[in-house]
């Protein structure tokens, strides 16, 4: 009896020991590692997580300030202003300056087109100038001289300027469109004289050296103005988001229209100018599972 005792004691513990065994892992066989824990760790070894400022981040709308000087270009081929006594036979070119001044709108389309609406305020002077051929008698001798007809004006106009921008590199920007303006007002200031001044003449009609001198407002408006708006303009980013940004800027500013009815003249303008535009930014929500929220 006791014999079988100690046989079923040797059994029951030679089976325990078997499957203690078998249920161990050896010391040769690696441990399992949690595959969650794996994932991460590579994770954040492999992908940084990324600035959303700088790679996410993106210009929905735009604006802006913008004012400049105007360098301005008159074609003309008139001898004077309506119901202005003038005696020039014609003035065909004048130049002068001014400046301009508005408000802008940036729509981005697609990363390199953005659409462009501005409205201005411009004003352009021009000084016209013709020579008129003429003999006077001084005393007893006869000398060639000649008239100087002057004429000085200055057009006050608002436009609105709907345009394209084609970025080309970097912040370099190219700009096409169009000026649909209205002319608001304009003067002059006129007078005409000896081309030489030291000639001791005087108009008998005035008893002066100066005769048909006059300034007021024009009249006969060509109220509407249509003309192009061809140039370039930089980007300067201000901060780090690029939400502020300094915008230097180029244009030739050709106008089609007349500036007075029945009347060949018009004017067109070199613009350099600076403009500050804020950009309205949109941050949209990270697409790494991965990343905190």
Same mark, same amino acid.
């Given at each position: 009896?006791?014999?079988?005792?100690?046989?079923?004691?040797?059994?029951? &513990?030679?089976?325990?020991?078997?499957?203690?065994?078998?249920? *161990?892992?050896?010391?040769?066989?690696? %441990?399992?590692?949690?595959?969650?824990?794996? #994932?991460?760790?590579?994770?954040?070894?492999?992908?940084?997580?990324? +600035?959303?400022?700088?790679?996410?981040?993106?210009? @929905? @709308?735009?604006?802006?300030?913008?004012?400049?000087?105007?360098?301005?270009?008159?074609?003309?081929?008139?001898?004077?202003?309506?119901?202005?006594?003038? &005696?020039?036979?014609?003035?065909?070119?004048?130049?002068?300056?001014?400046?301009?001044?508005?408000?802008?709108? +940036?729509?981005?389309?697609?990363?390199?087109?953005?659409?462009?609406?501005?409205?201005? =305020?411009?004003?352009?002077?021009?000084?016209?100038?013709?020579?008129?051929?003429? #003999?006077?008698?001084?005393?007893?001798?006869?000398?060639? #001289?000649?008239?100087?007809?002057?004429?000085?004006?200055?057009?006050?106009?608002?436009?609105?300027?709907?345009? $394209?921008?084609?970025?080309?590199?970097?912040?370099?920007?190219?700009?096409?469109?169009?000026?649909?303006?209205?002319?608001?007002? $304009?003067? =002059?200031? %006129?007078?005409? #004289?000896?081309? +030489?001044?030291?000639?001791?003449?005087? =108009?008998? *009609?005035?008893?002066?050296?100066?005769?048909?001198?006059?300034?007021? +407002?024009?009249? %006969?408006?060509?109220?509407?103005?249509?003309?192009?708006?061809?140039?370039?303009? =930089?980007?300067?980013?201000?901060?780090?988001? !690029?939400?502020?940004?300094?915008?230097?800027?180029?244009?030739?500013?050709?106008?089609?229209?007349?500036?007075?009815?029945?009347?060949? @003249?018009?004017?067109? !303008?070199?613009?350099?100018?600076?403009?500050?535009?804020?950009?309205?930014? *949109?941050?949209?929500?990270?697409?790494?599972?991965?990343?905190?929220?």
């Amino acid at each position: 009896m006791n014999n079988t005792i100690k046989i079923l004691v040797f059994l029951v &513990c030679t089976i325990s020991a078997s499957a203690q065994k078998s249920t *161990t892992p050896s010391a040769e066989t690696p %441990q399992p590692r949690s595959a969650g824990k794996e #994932t991460t760790t590579k994770s954040v070894v492999a992908t940084p997580e990324p +600035d959303p400022v700088a790679t996410k981040a993106s210009s @929905w @709308w735009g604006l802006g300030l913008h004012g400049g000087m105007n360098i301005s270009m008159h074609s003309a081929s008139f001898s004077g202003l309506p119901g202005v006594p003038s &005696c020039c036979p014609e003035y065909t070119s004048g130049s002068g300056g001014g400046f301009y001044g508005g408000l802008g709108s +940036d729509f981005p389309i697609t990363p390199a087109v953005t659409m462009l609406v501005r409205l201005a =305020y411009s004003s352009n002077t021009g000084t016209f100038e013709a020579t008129e051929p003429t #003999t006077v008698r001084i005393n007893n001798t006869v000398e060639n #001289t000649s008239f100087k007809h002057t004429l000085n004006t200055t057009l006050n106009t608002v436009i609105v300027e709907p345009a $394209a921008e084609w970025r080309v590199t970097g912040g370099l920007g190219l700009v096409g469109g169009l000026r649909l303006g209205v002319l608001m007002s $304009a003067t =002059y200031d %006129q007078k005409e #004289t000896f081309t +030489d001044p030291s000639i001791p003449y005087e =108009y008998l *009609t005035t008893n002066s050296a100066t005769n048909n001198a006059s300034s007021g +407002d024009i009249t %006969q408006l060509s109220a509407f103005q249509f003309g192009l708006l061809l140039g370039a303009r =930089y980007h300067l980013p201000m901060n780090a988001e !690029s939400t502020f940004e300094l915008v230097p800027e180029a244009y030739f500013a050709p106008m089609f229209t007349n500036n007075v009815t029945g009347t060949d @003249w018009s004017t067109s !303008s070199i613009r350099l100018g600076l403009g500050i535009l804020y950009k309205f930014m *949109t941050y949209p929500s990270d697409s790494n599972p991965l990343a905190p929220k």
